[in-house]
């Protein structure tokens, strides 16, 4: 008993005494030596994750014992299996390797004790002493001895393993800490414990600093209350593994932070581990992405995303407005399938892709059709996107201009047929040119009359019809705002707005554009009037294409009015003129008479009649 509990003692004691696990297999041998023969002795681990077995120490007068090997079917595998004491002779064990109970590994000894080191969660591994000699050796007294100590040093072990194992973390933890890019800390009750030279970089204190600090003071006030709770366990409150704050740096300065915590043991008392990312950089590109996806939600050009092969993969709101396609629709579909290739012709694509594939930009115009089949005309620009310099898709930005191509088109029928036309047919024409370029009922020019208080209408169009003139009074009507020089938009409910006045339900309508005509001195003197039976579908335009021809209006309508003076200056003159004439036939005849009577009298004539004298 004395022997025992001595072996006992120097295993405890080594537990404590040794640095490191070889060391405390070295006492645990010299400690088994004292009571029996132990010149070959081995300690084997069972790994049952791995289902193998290590032999971290081993001391063999025949065999080299390897760092591990499988587990299979030898003297060790054999007590692991059975969890009981093996003691047995070489003739023993070679009628068990007959009888297939076991295979033999390595030289038969004539004494082989195997026993079990188990502990509360199961068996950890064995611990083995063999006899080459040919005499006996080995006693039951042994075996009992070695049974007796068996649990402590099981336990030795185990302990020993967690010691290493922590304090082979706490180094490794060290060496990654004070390495690491990231910050990282450990808090209790509020106060630094530990804190690495990353969180120093991030909040420009020293380490003696921070260690004197307490967390709160680093933490921008306006997220300490998310702080708190994410660091605080108490009232059965849980920690919040993971979220972004502000930190505040020594210099007054903010820093954006991606918190991670953990709960710990740390000197043996509960502490936070945490873990803090400068993601400052981060969150001002989040914020330049917001602005970004915004600026291409609200943009009003079409901006879309396609893969390698044209397939698209993003398309913006603009997109479905302007096609009429939804995103559903559109995304894994092939680009061509919106074109119109009689717009566009056979070489198009062929030359629009070894363009692009040449990795340049490409800005062209190009006819698309509309879900509901209307062909617009777009100018497009088309960029490669790349993914570590190669092409992984296409990214197009396009912009509507049929719009522009339509005014293009008006101002040169401005500049062509519409020079050639004057008066009547001259208003009629840019009435049925309004009508058609935007889609309105009924388009009227008129000017101001009697003092601003009456329209005369100069010309019109109404529904594939030219218009019969009319005049009417301005008073109560939405042409008394065109007269104060603007121009007045009435989307709808014209007819409930105005029901006394018998024009608009003459022509049945419920929208009102109205433009003023100004003259050379910047005075309104007429308008221009769109009328139609539902709202305007594009009001903008209608205004662009009314200020488009306002200008060459008005000076007709100022041509006109000069044109009609001038005729009845000239008139005037004329009649002036003929009264004058008239006077002087009359004075040549009476200058005749006089000479007559004086010839007739002797006397000298008095006039010269030939010049009229």
């Not at 072990?157 to 290493?164: E, F, L, P, R, T």
């Not at 006030?221 to 919040?240: E, F």
Request: charged share 25%; net charge neutral.
């Amino acid at each position: 008993l004395q022997r025992q509990e001595k072996a006992i003692r120097k295993i405890s004691e080594a537990v404590h005494s040794t640095g490191s696990l070889p060391q405390l297999y070295q006492k645990i041998h010299s400690s088994i030596s004292d009571f029996m023969y132990t010149e070959n002795l081995f300690i084997a681990l069972y790994n049952e994750d791995n289902n193998t077995l290590e032999f971290p120490y081993s001391v063999d007068s025949k065999d080299k014992f390897p760092s591990m090997h499988p587990f299979g079917d030898g003297l060790t595998e054999y007590v692991i299996k059975n969890r009981s004491t093996l003691f047995v002779t070489k003739k023993e064990i070679e009628n068990m390797s007959k009888n297939n109970e076991l295979t033999v590994i390595g030289s038969i000894p004539e004494e082989w004790i195997g026993i079990p080191l188990t502990h509360d969660q199961g068996i950890l591994g064995v611990i083995a002493i063999q006899n080459y000699k040919d005499a006996k050796v080995f006693t039951e007294n042994d075996v009992e001895m070695l049974q007796f100590i068996s649990h402590q040093i099981a336990r030795a072990i185990k302990y020993k393993q967690a010691v290493d194992y922590l304090t082979e973390s706490e180094n490794k933890f060290r060496i990654l800490s004070e390495s690491s890019s990231f910050a990282i800390f450990v808090y209790q009750r509020g106060r630094f414990k530990y804190v690495n030279p990353a969180l120093s970089q991030i909040t420009g204190y020293t380490k003696a600093e921070l260690l004197k600090m307490d967390v709160w003071s680093m933490v921008h006030p306006d997220y300490r209350d998310i702080v708190a709770r994410g660091m605080s366990r108490r009232m059965g409150t849980t920690l919040i593994p993971k979220y972004d704050f502000k930190v505040i740096t020594k210099d007054g300065g903010e820093c954006w932070c991606d918190f991670t915590a953990a709960i710990v043991d740390f000197e043996g008392d509960e502490a936070g581990l945490v873990t803090l990312v400068d993601i400052t950089k981060r969150k001002e590109s989040e914020k330049d992405l917001i602005r970004l996806n915004q600026a291409v939600k609200n943009t009003h050009d079409v901006i879309f995303m396609t893969d390698y092969d044209g397939i698209f993969t993003f398309v913006n709101p603009q997109f479905e407005s302007q096609y009429g396609y939804t995103a559903d629709e559109i995304i894994g579909k092939a680009t061509p399938d919106i074109i119109s290739e009689e717009k566009s012709g056979k070489n198009f694509y062929k030359d629009l892709w070894k363009t692009i594939l040449k990795r340049k930009n490409m800005t062209f115009e190009v006819s698309k059709t509309a879900k509901n089949g209307k062909v617009l005309t777009v100018e497009e620009s088309i960029d490669p996107i790349y993914e570590n310099e190669k092409i992984v898709g296409y990214l197009s930005i396009q912009r509507n201009i049929s719009e522009k191509k339509m005014l293009e088109s008006t101002f040169r029928d401005l500049g062509t047929s519409f020079t050639k036309l004057s008066g009547k047919e001259f208003y009629e024409k840019v009435s049925l040119q309004l009508a058609q370029s935007i889609g309105i009922d009924h388009v009227y020019i008129g000017q101001f009359r009697k003092n601003g208080s009456e329209i005369q209408v100069l010309g019109g169009y109404t529904k594939s019809a030219v218009m019969d003139l009319f005049n009417y009074e301005i008073i109560g009507t939405p042409c008394e705002g065109v007269l104060e020089q603007k121009v007045v938009n009435i989307p709808s409910d014209l007819r409930s707005l105005y029901s006394s006045k018998t024009i608009f339900r003459q022509f049945n309508a419920n929208a009102y554009i109205g433009s003023p005509l100004f003259n050379i001195s910047g005075e309104p003197q007429g308008i221009i009037v769109l009328l139609n039976e539902t709202p305007v579908k594009n009001e903008s335009f209608a205004e662009m294409m009314l200020r488009a021809f306002s200008d060459r209006v008005g000076a007709e309508i100022e041509r006109r009015k000069t044109e009609k003076v001038l005729t009845n200056k000239i008139n005037s003159l004329a009649r002036h003129n003929k009264a004058m004439i008239g006077r002087e036939l009359k004075m040549i005849d009476l200058k005749k008479e006089i000479n007559l009577l004086l010839k007739n009298q002797g006397e000298p004539t008095k006039y010269n009649v030939t010049n009229g004298k």
